[in-house]
Nanobody
């Protein structure tokens, strides 16, 4: 059974940084790890994805150059380093896992989700 638990969210001023981590178990059958974010009343949107190898990554355009997805080890398979944060980055951030190799950017391709962690960027 796949379990994903996010941590590292919080309140930060615009221009600051946060690092999100996703602790995972039971993910041996998955190929892609990703981060999505969601604001109230809006759809959950893709932020970044990474193949398990850590070599292949993909980013949503608005976070390119500011966010970096990476992995430390098998227990914490995906981190999201967020720099130069903006108020529009405020959202609940979700870790997700997929069996797809293609770094999908749509929620329907991800079968496993964490509970989410709140990120708030003040102006």
């Amino acid at each position: 059974q796949v379990q994903l638990v996010e941590s590292g969210g919080g309140l930060v001023q615009a221009g600051g940084s946060l690092r999100l981590s996703c602790a995972a178990s039971g993910t041996s059958s998955t190929s892609t790890m990703a981060w999505f974010r969601q604001v109230p009343g809006k759809e959950r949107k893709f932020v970044a994805a990474m193949h398990w190898s850590g070599i292949i990554t993909s980013y949503e355009d608005s976070v390119k150059g500011r966010f970096t997805i990476s992995r430390d080890n098998a227990k914490n398979p995906v981190n999201l380093q967020m720099n130069r944060l903006k108020p529009e980055d405020t959202a609940v951030y979700y870790c997700a896992a997929s069996r797809s190799f293609g770094l999908p950017s749509t929620t329907g391709n991800y079968a496993y989700w964490g509970q989410g962690t709140q990120v708030t960027v003040s102006s």
